[in-house]
């Protein structure tokens, strides 16, 4: 079992920046790939980006390609999500989630993932 907590989200402003953390607790977290989805108002989550165990690889949404960087620190059992340049359509609740296993091709398929945080709310104000 992994239990993962999200923080971090908040009210900004067009341009703006913020930082989501997501902390881990439970099973080796460096065993888990991570990733962060979101799920807008009346729209299906989606996903956002996703790191390997190690952090090698990284993959990105096109729609945030440029302005959003995924990290993680396996000694604070931690991930990141550095997001830059924020525009409305950022709007959303942010889910991190976990899959243990090798660098896989169905990376952003949210049924991929086995375990998931409880989301935390960004809000880009025009």
């Known amino acids: 079992q992994v239990q993962l907590v999200e923080s971090g989200g908040g009210l900004v402003q067009v341009g703006g920046s913020l930082r989501l953390s997501c902390a881990a607790s439970g099973q080796t977290f460096s065993s888990y790939n991570m990733g962060w989805f979101r799920q807008a108002p009346g729209k299906e989550r989606e996903f956002v980006a996703v790191i390997s165990r190690n952090g090698a690889y990284t993959r990105y949404a096109d729609s945030v390609k440029g302005g959003f960087t995924i990290s993680r620190d396996d000694a604070k059992n931690t991930v990141y999500l550095q997001m830059n340049s924020l525009k409305p359509e950022d709007t959303a609740v942010y889910y991190c989630?976990?899959?243990?296993?090798?660098?896989?091709?169905?990376?952003?398929?949210?049924?991929?993932?086995?375990?998931w945080g409880q989301g935390t709310q960004v809000t880009v104000s025009s």
């Open positions: 989630a976990a899959k243990s296993g090798s660098w896989w091709y169905k990376r952003e398929d949210i049924n991929e993932y086995e375990y």
